[in-house]
Each structure stands twice: as structure tokens, then as C-alpha cells.
């Protein structure tokens, strides 16, 4: 077993695709192939199962990888202590829902950040590649909620997957229309007083359960409804169709401007949201630092930590 051998699993890992990796590694796919391979046979495990998609961790491959990160933590350490090696570039990944409050606090991340190199990567995504993300490493951070009807879906999941899921804060529901909406002025909308109007969520790909919505009371009927992928093309369709979907009441003026209503819903339903982890590895500095910056902002609107 070499160093570089652990650091080209790591990157593999990291960029889902043999041929990626290869490219930042600066090395050729076909050694950095049969580098993986000796590996491989060195320990009698397989870490990697190579689909036409490109590369995905094996359950052994995911314990081998948590082991391979704190070695070349330590060599680094070493090297550092000895050598007064320059620190690495500072890596972190977050794979979220469709959160403005884990935008700015990713924004907030960087613009603490003091190092003079950096590679970070924020994946606005679907729920279930959410805990992919994380069970396979591909993230150390995902955000996602959990509320009575999704809960023992999800925690199964996480459960299968050996990931923890840490209570951020507790929302009710609220409504986002367009200030020029015929609802902006009220001070609380019902799900009645909607039914006209087009209803907005993200779609979930080929895992498009309702116990994977993004949207709370998934399952109620709507006469208009659009499914959009991004955040973007959803205040898009509030604005052009006055149209409305539901979040946690967390917006951000900032990265949203000051166009988008928050209003409450009349539900007795609550949402939890919080961030998983794998079990298997230690957050990096970085990780840790992302979920102080989360915890800072959700008290600044005033919410109080789980």
C-alpha cells in the first residue's frame, strides 16, 4: 500500500468517475485503473463498483475510504510537523434541499474562510441522492426535514446507510407566492384559499415518492401542479404564474430579494430540519465549520436550535 494509492481512492470517490479523477490527478486513466486495482487485490476487498455512469462505492469500499482519509490526515500532519509543509487546499462538500438559509450559510463559509486555497462544492439536489451523497462520501453534509408522515421512510434509510440525522430547527409550514399575489396581504393562508392557483415543488427523478418531497402534505390533491428542478425557475413560476409552494418560512432576502412573501399556512403540521452525517468518518474542519454557520444564521431569524 503507497500514499498515492489512498489519495487516488479519495479522488475517485470524490468525483464519481475514473476518468475525472484521473484528470486532476494528472495521471492516465489506465494507471490510475490498475493503481486501484493492485489495491484492490492487496487487501482482497472491492471499493469501487464501475457502472457506465461511472464509479460508486461498495459497502467495504465506503469503510476502507473512512480508513484511507485519517491516514493521509496523519501523513499530512506528519509533514507538516516535520517538514513545515504548507497545508493542502481545505475541502468540503453539502449536498441540500432547495434551502436559501444553506445557501447563505455556505456563502458565509467562504467569506470566513482564510486559507489561501480551497475547493468547496454545494449540491442543490434531490432527497434520496441527498443520503446517497452522504452514505457514499460524495458529501460530508447533507440538509434535508423530517416530519410525521416522511420520518420512518427516512430514518430507515439513514439507518440502512449507517448516517445520523442532527435537529437543526422546527418550522411550521408557510406559503412563498410573489408580493403581488391576490394572497401576499393576509396574515395566514389556507390550503382552500390556494386551490386555484398552481402549485410549485421539486421533482424527485425516479425516486419520486411523496415520503421524498421536499413539500410538506405531499400527498393532497392539487388541480394545477408544476414540477421544476431548481430554485431559480421555481420564484421564476411564483412571480410569472402566482404560483406558491411550501417551505419552512426561512427566506432569504439576500440571495431572493425582497419580491417573495412568507406566509403562514393554516396547519397543524410542524417540520424538523437538521443535517446527516455518516457514522463512518470524522467531519472535516471545514464540515464543522458549515454547520456553526447554519446554527448562526437560523438564530438570526430567530429560530431556536434543536
Not at 21 to 49: D, G, M
Request: net charge negative; aromatic share 10%.
Amino acid at each position: 500500500m503507497k500514499l498515492n494509492q489512498l489519495r487516488y481512492i479519495v479522488e475517485v470517490a470524490r468525483c464519481g468517475s475514473i476518468n475525472e479523477a484521473a484528470k486532476k490527478l494528472y495521471i492516465t486513466q489506465p494507471s490510475l485503473s490498475t493503481a486501484i486495482k493492485e489495491l484492490e487485490e492487496e487487501f482482497n476487498i472491492k471499493v469501487f463498483i464501475r457502472t457506465t455512469k461511472g464509479v460508486s462505492l461498495t459497502t467495504e469500499g465506503i469503510e476502507f475510504l473512512g480508513y484511507a482519509k485519517q491516514i493521509l490526515d496523519q501523513a499530512e500532519l506528519l509533514e507538516q510537523h516535520y517538514n513545515n509543509k504548507i497545508p493542502s487546499k481545505q475541502l468540503c462538500s453539502i449536498s441540500t434541499q432547495h434551502y436559501a438559509f444553506a445557501v447563505n450559510a455556505f456563502v458565509n463559509l467562504i467569506k470566513r474562510n482564510h486559507t489561501n486555497e480551497y475547493e468547496f462544492t454545494l449540491r442543490e439536489t434531490r432527497t434520496h441522492d441527498i443520503i446517497t451523497d452522504v452514505a457514499t462520501l460524495r458529501s460530508e453534509v447533507g440538509i434535508l426535514y423530517l416530519n410525521d408522515f416522511n420520518q420512518k421512510v427516512i430514518k430507515r434509510l439513514l439507518k440502512e446507510n449507517q448516517l445520523t440525522f442532527s435537529p437543526l430547527f422546527e418550522a411550521a409550514p408557510h406559503v412563498f407566492i410573489s408580493t403581488q399575489h391576490p394572497l401576499s396581504g393576509q396574515s395566514i393562508i389556507s390550503l382552500e384559499e390556494l386551490d386555484d392557483y398552481p402549485y410549485l415543488s421539486f421533482e424527485q427523478g425516479e425516486y419520486n415518492s411523496f415520503y421524498f418531497s421536499e413539500e410538506i402534505l405531499s400527498t393532497i390533491y392539487h388541480k394545477k401542479s408544476i414540477h421544476v428542478s431548481d430554485r431559480a425557475t421555481l420564484f421564476n413560476l411564483l412571480h410569472g404564474l402566482n404560483g406558491y409552494t411550501i417551505s419552512t418560512g426561512v427566506l432569504s432576502t439576500d440571495l431572493n430579494g425582497s419580491d417573495i412573501a412568507s406566509i403562514p399556512l393554516a396547519t397543524d403540521e410542524r417540520i424538523l430540519v437538521g443535517w446527516i452525517t455518516s457514522q463512518k468518518v470524522q467531519l472535516s474542519q471545514s464540515a464543522l465549520s458549515y454547520i456553526n454557520e447554519l446554527k448562526i444564521l437560523i438564530q438570526d431569524y430567530g429560530f431556536k436550535l434543536r
